[in-house]
Structure formats: structure tokens, C-alpha cells
């Protein structure tokens, strides 16, 4: 039975044209999928068997996927990555997050009050990740984060508030990680208590208080100082680590979590 045209248009409806058009899509989709941050190169082999289909089409795919700047292929290992367009997509996903709009005016506050840089980030599946960040304009000593930036899971104070409050599925390397460090026990411990952790890197002179933002009684992102050491304390009870927790709960019970939901106590 011929596919019927729509009226005023001439485009034809019906599956014989939609069909391929949603089985290409969705098989792109899943090879791009199949890139992770433990598995970012992956043969042309493994390709295949993820799709399920043959050689050839896996090839087809990588081609019109490279020619879109979505897939590099390095010749001399003969293997796939994603490529550079990835970034900019994944940096417009980050940008249209609810949560940073929502966040947007709390941060620039906070920078009014205390000058230092404001930065905000969400959990990506595997490590915090940087979506948005404010930097301090009056010191003489400009701190700037680089929006993207994948934050160390348990070295970086972002990543220690999501282990602190992420449930214990979405993070199944945590345990591992808890057993080999009595002081990252501890530290998790003491950030549920208070809601706050601190991290001062010794090499660069950078220390950084991290606070959790929940969404109902989810944490969904974190707010962070980042300043250097003279000007930033490490003491959680200081003015400037109790306006940052304030913040936090403030923007936390706008993104919908009530006074009686977990907020960092």
C-alpha cells in the first residue's frame, strides 16, 4: 500500500519513512553511550557487538559520526573517542540544567558578601562536575575554575559531599575507597554532621569549602568557595563557611526541599 502525502506538503507520514529515521537515531545514540570515563577508547570491534550489527554498518556509523565531529579515530591505535562537538553539547546540557538558573542569582550574592569565587556543580554519573562558576574580582589574586572541569571523587571537597550523601549505589567504588582510608570514613562522617567539607590542597596554595544542595531529599548539586589559603579559613564554624552553608540550604529549599528534609545537618 503506497504511503500517503501530507496534505500542503507533500512530506510522506507513515512508518516506511519514520522507521529508519528513529532506528538510525537511536543507534547513534547508543555508541555514543558506550564512551564512558573508565571505557573512553573503544575498537572498532567492540562497536559492533555493542550495536549488535554488522561490521559494515558499525563502520557506516563511525563514518557519518566522525564526518559530524562526534567520533575521532586515531589511526596509529585503531581506536574510537568521542569527539570535540561532544563538548560543546554536553557544555549547552550543563548551561540548561534547572539547577543552574536557579542558582545563578544565589551565587552572585554570595560573591558580593565574601569576594571569593562561587562555584557550583552536579554529579555527571561518575564524578562532580563543574556547570557553573563566579569568579572573585577584587582580590589581587584571581581564583578561576574552568567550567567542565571533573572534580577528584574523594580529594576534592565536591566529590567528598556527594560520597557523603549520594546513596551508597550510584557510587559502588565508594566502600573500596572507605576501607583503604580511615580518614575518608571520618571526613564523610563529619560532613554529614555538619554539612560542610574543606579541602586544602598543600602544592597549590588553593583551599576549597564545599556545602550540598538538595533537591526534596536528594543532594542534586554542590556550592563551593575556592580561594587560597590566606583568605579562606578551614575552620567550619568561620563567618565566611556558615554563609556558604546558609546559601546552600537557601537554594536547596527553592529547588523545592522542605525545612523537615535532610539539608546538610
Known sequence: MPTQAQRGTGEQVGPDKTAPTIQTVERAALILGSFTVGKPHMSLNEITARLGASKATAHRYTKALRAANLLR???RTSLYSLGPQVLTLAAAARAGLPIVAAAEPYMENLVRRIDETIVLSVWDGESATVVRSVDNTDHMVRI????GSRLHLTSSAQGRVFLAFLPPELVPTLPRAVRKSAELTEELEAIREHGLSVNSPTVNGV????????????????????????????????????QLLETARALSQRLGTSEGARNGN
Open 144 to 147: 578561576s575554575v574552568r567550567v
Open 207 to 242: 583551599r576549597t569549602i564545599a556545602a550540598p544542595i538538595f533537591e526534596g531529599d536528594k543532594i542534586s548539586g554542590t556550592l563551593a568557595i575556592v580561594g587560597t589559603t590566606a583568605t579562606v579559613s578551614d575552620d567550619v564554624t568561620a563567618p565566611m563557611a556558615q
Open 73 to 75: 579515530y586515531d589511526e
